[in-house]
C-alpha cells in the first residue's frame, strides 16, 4: 500500500494501516449501516459535496470488485462507466444540459465546476464527454458515491474526493483476465495492453493527465498484497479518515486546473 498524496489526511495518521489496536481507525466497526459522513449546509458561497471515493484502476487489477465491496461496507452509492455510458445514451438533458432536477445551491454548484474544467474551451468540445462529467458531477453533489469512471479524479475537486489507484503486477493481470474471460495467455496480455493504453488516451486526450504521475492519487493500492476485501477496508477506513479530517480543516486549496499544459 502507498499513500502517494494524502489528499488532507493528517500526518499522524500516514501510517496508520499498520495500527491495529485500540482506538485506531482500523478498530472502527466497518460492518454497519450507511455512514454518513461530511456534508455541509448548501450555502451558496461555501457548499462542498459529501465526499465520493474515485476509483482509478489498471485492467485485470480486481477494481471493479473492490469498487463494489468498498459502497457495500460503506453503504453508499455505486456508479461505473458502465452506468455513465448507459445514461449519456438516453433521453436528452432538460434545462441547462441538466439530466436531473437539482436543488438551485446544487445545480450552481455543479455549473459552477464544468466552468472551472473548461477553461480553455477544450472539454466542453465533446458533447459526449460533457455529458459524462455532468453526471459525475451531479452524483458526487447529491450524496455519498463509489465512482468507478474514467477520468472522475480530475472532475471532483480534491476536497470532494478520496481518489484511489488499484494496481496490481502485469502478470497477475493477465491471468486474471485469461481466467474469467477464457482466453490464452497471449490474448489476454494484449486484452490488457490494450484496456491500459485506451484509459491513458483518453485521459490525456480528454483531460490532460499524465496517466504515469501517481501524485494524482491520495492512496495507491496494490491489490495483490491486500485482495479486494483487504483493499475495500482500507479505502473505507482511508474515507473515514478524510471525511474526519475535512470536517475539522476545511476546504483544501486547489492545486490544478484541467487545461492545455503550459
Not at 474515485?54 to 480486481?62: N, Q, Y
Not at 453533489?141 to 479524479?153: C, E, T, W, Y
Not at 483487504?230 to 475535512?246: H, Q, V
Amino acid at each position: 500500500v502507498n499513500l502517494i498524496n494524502y489528499g488532507g489526511i493528517p500526518s499522524d495518521c500516514r501510517s496508520w494501516w499498520l495500527h491495529r489496536g485500540e482506538g485506531s481507525i482500523m478498530s472502527m466497526p466497518i460492518e454497519q449501516p450507511a455512514f454518513h459522513g461530511y456534508a455541509p449546509e448548501r450555502d451558496p458561497q461555501s457548499y462542498r459535496p459529501p465526499l465520493s471515493i474515485v476509483i482509478s484502476r489498471e485492467s485485470g487489477s480486481r477494481g471493479r470488485s473492490i469498487a463494489e465491496r468498498t459502497a457495500e461496507l460503506l453503504g453508499w452509492g455505486y456508479l461505473d462507466q458502465e452506468s455513465l455510458e448507459y445514461l449519456t445514451q438516453g433521453p436528452p438533458a432538460g434545462a441547462h444540459g441538466r439530466a436531473t432536477t437539482l436543488d438551485p445551491t446544487v445545480a450552481r454548484w455543479v455549473d459552477e465546476r464544468l466552468d472551472e474544467l473548461n477553461t480553455d474551451g477544450t472539454l466542453l468540445r465533446s458533447p459526449q464527454v460533457t455529458s459524462l462529467i455532468r453526471h459525475i458531477l451531479e452524483t458526487a453533489a447529491q450524496s455519498h458515491s463509489v465512482i468507478l469512471a474514467r477520468g472522475a479524479g480530475r472532475v471532483l475537486p480534491a476536497d470532494a474526493r478520496l481518489h484511489v489507484k488499484i494496481v496490481a503486477p502485469i502478470q497477475d493481470r493477465i491471468s486474471f483476465i485469461a481466467q474469467i474471460n477464457r482466453l490464452s495467455l497471449a490474448d489476454a496480455r494484449q486484452f490488457v495492453l490494450d484496456k491500459d493504453r485506451a484509459r491513458e488516451e483518453f485521459l490525456a486526450a480528454k483531460l490532460h493527465v499524465e496517466p504515469t504521475d501517481l501524485s494524482e492519487y491520495d492512496v495507491v493500492i496494490n491489490t495483490v498484497q491486500l485482495g479486494v476485501e483487504g483493499s475495500a477496508r482500507l479505502i473505507a477506513a482511508a474515507a473515514r479518515e478524510k471525511i474526519d479530517f475535512l470536517h475539522h480543516q476545511g476546504p483544501i486549496e486547489k492545486t490544478w486546473r484541467v487545461g492545455m499544459p503550459s
